[in-house]
């Protein structure tokens, strides 16, 4: 296994680094202050290939592979998380499932308008009643004279109510299976859908920037051939789905934590007490030290996982190491973004200092995509323990 990305994946790093530097950093603490979602630098990451890394060329991408998408990932989320999930949910949750699942006819209809950047799509797994348990999903979706009758609730869906959201993936129940359990099916719903409602933003903690809503169906119809993927498949999907997003996410939160690792540092050799630079006390030094290891460990985890999947390794193989990533990773971005503070002192709590947003973005991490409890429980189970 190598220890180094590739010379291109460094470049490219190099390109995301700079364009986020550029386009994001100088404006990021007003659009997080008054929640501006900036749909022209959607527009812009799309014209710098951000949205089509893993699309092949046909429908405008790039081919590429997991490892790209976590490098640009890990780069937008080291100067802003919540563009860095938006990115992340744009391909992870919007782009993958239809690149995947979709019949040719769905992806020449809706990915080149999602890879350039001029479309986002949202993925509705997630309702009021089940996050975790997301089996227990109690949307339903009827087949009446050639279409799906949607009804039933989703709830936290990213990029679902942008002013260039396309459409929303949603599971549903579509009958039940010989054994009495739910059929669990996907439907691509687009915006505007009659009987398709996207509620009032939440109001968030962090992630000032992502756009996160409740949905409504309600007798919501969408043509027959809107099924993505198999009929009674949509739940397995959604969860090999989430297994490439957990990797994204470990990506995500290495970018945070890398970014706390830096301005701790900066900080530390600048700021003096005492008479001498903060950097000079153990206390200080030893903290940013333990931060270098956590980001080391991190970034090795999350790659090594992004390779197994560019690799093409077994999907059981992929599933623990993405668990392994996404868990590692956030905590260790969650601590990280404790420590920063802690550095900065009473300037770390001031909104002017980036250390104070990244604080309140990172705590989602370890909840979205599945909760730090749920990868214990699929390491767990990994491991062949008979955990529930
Ligand atoms: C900002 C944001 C954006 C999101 N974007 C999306 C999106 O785009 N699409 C989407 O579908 N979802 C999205 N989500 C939803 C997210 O994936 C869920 O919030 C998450 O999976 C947890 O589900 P829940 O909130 O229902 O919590 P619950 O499942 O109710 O969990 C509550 C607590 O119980 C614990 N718990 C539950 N079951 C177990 C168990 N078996 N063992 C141990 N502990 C357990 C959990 O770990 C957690 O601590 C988003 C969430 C947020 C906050």
């Known amino acids: 296994m190598p220890f180094t990305l590739s010379e291109e994946h460094e470049s490219f790093r190099k390109v995301v680094r700079d364009f986020a530097e550029a386009e994001i950093a100088p404006h990021v603490e007003a659009w997080d202050r008054d929640a501006v979602f900036p749909v022209d630098v959607i ?10 890394l893993i699309v092949p060329e046909e429908y405008g991408g790039a081919g590429g ?80 004279d050639g279409a799906w009758v949607v009804n039933g609730a989703k709830a936290f869906i990213t990029n679902s109510g942008t002013p260039i959201t396309s459409l929303v993936t949603v599971t549903a129940r579509t009958g039940e299976a010989a054994d009495g359990t739910a059929e669990i099916s996907t439907i691509i719903v687009p915006s505007g859908t009659p009987g398709f409602t996207v509620e009032p933003a939440y109001r968030k903690l962090g992630w000032h920037i992502s756009d996160t809503h409740p949905l409504s169906f309600t007798d919501c119809r969408v043509p027959e051939e809107n099924l993505l993927g198999e ?3 949509g739940f397995a999907q959604f969860l090999s789905i989430l297994d490439d997003g957990r990797i994204a996410i470990a990506a995500l939160a290495v970018g945070c934590a890398r970014a706390c690792l830096e301005m701790s540092v900066d900080y530390a050799l600048t700021r003096t007490a005492f008479g001498q630079p903060i950097g000079r006390k153990q206390g200080v030094a030893f903290q940013i030290a333990d931060m270098r290891v956590a980001v080391e460990a991190a970034t090795l985890l999350t790659y090594k996982a992004a ?12 599933k623990q190491a993405a668990a392994i990533a996404k868990l590692y990773a956030t905590e260790a971005a969650v601590s990280a973004t404790r420590t920063a503070t802690q550095v900065f002192g009473g300037y770390g709590f001031m ?6 947003r990244f604080y309140r973005d990172a705590k989602v991490l ?7 409890e749920v990868q214990r429980l699929l390491i767990g189970r990994g491991l062949g323990l008979p955990v529930e």
């Open 366 to 372: 370890e909840i979205g995509e599945g909760t730090s």
């Open 43 to 52: 527009g812009k990451m799309g014209e710098l290939g951000l949205f089509g």
């Open 307 to 318: 390779w197994l999947k560019d690799e093409g390794r077994p999907a059981a193989e992929v």
């Open 231 to 233: 009929r009674g498949r």
């Open 351 to 356: 909104e002017e200092y980036p250390v104070a």
């Open 65 to 144: 592979d997991l490892t790209s998408l976590c490098v640009a990932i890990e780069e937008i989320g080291r100067v802003d998380q919540a563009l860095g999930i938006t990115l992340e949910a744009a391909v992870g949750l919007g782009i993958n499932p239809i690149n995947t699942y979709g019949t040719p006819e769905q992806k020449q209809r809706w990915l080149p308008d999602l890879v350039a950047g001029r479309a986002l799509a949202g993925f509705g797994l997630t309702e009021p009643e089940a996050g975790s348990d997301a089996g227990a999903t109690r949307t339903r979706a009827e087949l009446r």
